[in-house]
């Protein structure tokens, strides 16, 4: 859902095999889709993977909201989930990941995939006509279920951070700002790693992480300290197998507050950000199907 046709009013993307009031082709089985402006002309475009012939493709948006054909390119059997720019989206079967990023600090909008079958994430830069090179592959330790992109160290640089069920643990890979990236550090959880989250919850301009285990039906935030560490200071119980986690200043007092989705029981809670390391649960919210 984004304005992509400039009148200041959000509109709807649907992948389908339908017609609605206006289509544009892609390649076989599209599963995922994000919009961005890959070709800094400030209009949005798309980018859309295929999980048939395992492709990645920009598709350039014009400025009465239809679109033209950009470029693809193969990066691997079955990618099927998109990431924008700290956001997290639950991996699923096949290719299962991008995430878009200034990766080669170049001032265009560049994109990382993974996939269901791999421990590798490859790294797609974007020329400036929203074109794309070819594909930068980074051998990751083991296979992630999901990651997001942000700025940890404030150097305008991006890093990645996947989050590892295998191993029970959260990885973060600093960026060089030439599209390469080296393992910066890993955190290890005692079960179950699920999804995590990045916001500056102290307002005291430094990025923190939360993150949310299945196994332990808890979540917790890492406060980055004076030395630019993280330490676990918070963990609170949440319901049955958190799935996905966001942060949202909902009591619109200027402090990000928590909401986990947790599958198994299927609620919503809302965790209220009171300062001073002090997250409380404010509201569950029941919900009749499978979060």
Not at 88 to 99: M, T
Not at 214 to 221: A, T
Request: glycine share 6%; proline share 2%; hydrophobic share 40%.
């Amino acid at each position: 859902m984004a304005d992509f046709n400039s009148d200041k009013i959000l509109n709807l993307i649907v992948i389908t095999d339908q017609s609605y009031r206006a289509t544009h082709t892609v390649d076989y089985t599209p599963s995922i889709i994000i919009a961005d402006d890959f070709n800094n002309d400030k209009i949005l475009d798309l980018a859309v993977t295929s999980q048939t012939d395992g492709a990645a493709s920009i598709v350039l948006g014009i400025d009465d909201g239809s679109f033209r054909s950009g470029t693809s390119l193969y990066v691997g059997s079955y990618p099927t989930c998109i990431i924008s720019t700290a956001m997290e989206r639950r991996a699923s079967q096949w290719p299962i990941r991008k995430g878009t990023a200034d990766f080669n600090v170049d001032a265009k909008i560049d994109f990382a995939v993974t996939y269901h079958s791999s421990s590798n994430v490859s790294l797609l830069l974007v020329n400036e006509n929203g074109t794309l090179r070819d594909e930068v592959s980074i051998a990751l330790d083991t296979q992630p279920v999901s990651f997001i992109t942000t700025d940890l160290n404030s150097d305008n640089k991006a890093e990645l951070l996947f989050v590892n069920q295998k191993n029970n643990s959260l990885s973060i890979y600093a960026g060089y700002g030439n599209g390469a990236f080296y393992k910066w550090t890993i955190f290890t959880s005692s079960r179950s790693v699920t999804a995590v989250v990045v916001a500056d919850f102290e307002k005291d301009g430094r990025i923190d992480l939360t993150i949310t285990s299945s196994g332990r039906n808890v979540l917790s935030v890492m406060f980055r300290d004076d030395n630019e560490a993280f330490s676990v200071q918070l963990n609170r119980t949440v319901g049955r197998y958190p799935s996905a986690i966001t942060a949202v200043d909902l009591g619109k007092d200027i402090k990000l507050d928590l909401v986990v989705i947790n599958r198994s029981d299927n609620t919503m809670r809302v965790w209220m950000n009171y300062g001073g390391h002090n997250f409380f649960i404010q509201n569950k919210v029941l919900n009749r199907n499978h979060t």
